[in-house]
């Protein structure tokens, strides 16, 4: 796999071509199905400190399965030299942006009453 220069070749490692669209295919999919399932328990949490835990493991456990496979994209690309599995790592970019945690999401889905919306945004 390795050659004397110490970089894999791009031929010699054929199953990264399904692996690296497979992995962010899966991850998505995955961050997508958790964070609806944990999204459905929300209206079960009391108190403004249990909802921002339960919304914080959301959001870390989301973001860290789509960082894994652009983790795993970014190092395919740098093993084989495919700089089209760049491509692969920029739609997964725009996945971790679209699961970015938002105040409205938060606000929303926690049903978060008027005196927890005033204490998450306080006036100056």
Request: hydrophobic share 50%; net charge negative; no cysteine.
């Amino acid at each position: 796999l390795v050659t004397s220069e110490g970089a894999a070749e791009a031929s010699e490692i054929p199953s990264l071509d399904y692996i690296v669209p497979l992995s962010l295919v899966g991850a998505v999919f995955t961050a997508y199905t958790i964070n609806k399932m944990l999204a459905g328990k929300a209206s079960q949490e009391e108190g403004l400190s249990a909802k921002l835990a339960h919304y914080k493991n959301r959001v870390i456990i989301r973001s860290a399965l789509i960082e894994g496979a652009n983790l795993l994209i970014l190092i395919s690309a740098m093993l084989t030299g495919k700089m089209n599995f760049l491509l692969f790592f920029l739609l997964g970019f725009g996945m971790f942006i679209l699961f970015y945690p938002r105040m409205s999401v938060f606000s929303q889905e926690y049903a978060l009453t008027p005196d927890e919306l005033e204490s998450l945004n306080p006036k100056i």
